[in-house]
């Protein structure tokens, strides 16, 4: 059974920037799709970002192209590097695997228990 463990959410101020690590436990077959998504307050849980961790191909929504970058690193730790944030950006951020390239939470079937990253000034 696959255990995703997030880390590194926080209060920070508008611009700042914020770096998320989801580590997991077990093995991650090379054809796995790591996603991170995000729920605010009162909202649905929407895609962020996505890595295949095999060819490291990434995909990401358009509210945060070009501020986030999502990355891994060995053994199985996906990292999501989050610049000039914004209000808009306040949520509890969840880490999760499986095994479409795909956008939708429903394709994926192990989850994290979030971690919350709050920009305020």
């Known amino acids: 059974q696959a255990q995703l463990v997030e880390s590194g959410g926080g209060l920070v101020q508008p611009g700042d920037s914020l770096r998320l690590s989801c580590v997991a436990s077990?093995?991650?077959?090379?054809?796995?799709?790591m996603g991170w998504f995000r729920q605010a307050p009162g909202k649905e849980r929407e895609f962020v970002a996505l890595?295949?961790?095999?060819?490291?191909?990434t995909l990401y929504s358009d509210s945060v192209k070009g501020r986030f970058t999502v990355s891994r690193d060995s053994p199985y730790t996906v990292y999501l590097d989050m610049n000039n944030l914004t209000p808009e950006d306040t949520a509890v951020y969840y880490c999760?695997?499986?095994?479409?390239?795909?956008?939708?939470?429903?394709?994926?079937?192990?989850w994290g228990q979030g971690t919350q990253v709050t920009v305020s000034s």
């Open positions: 999760a695997r499986g095994i479409q390239y795909s956008s939708s939470a429903k394709d994926y079937n192990y």
């Open positions: 077990g093995r991650i077959y090379s054809s796995a799709v």
């Open positions: 890595l295949r961790w095999n060819t490291l191909r």
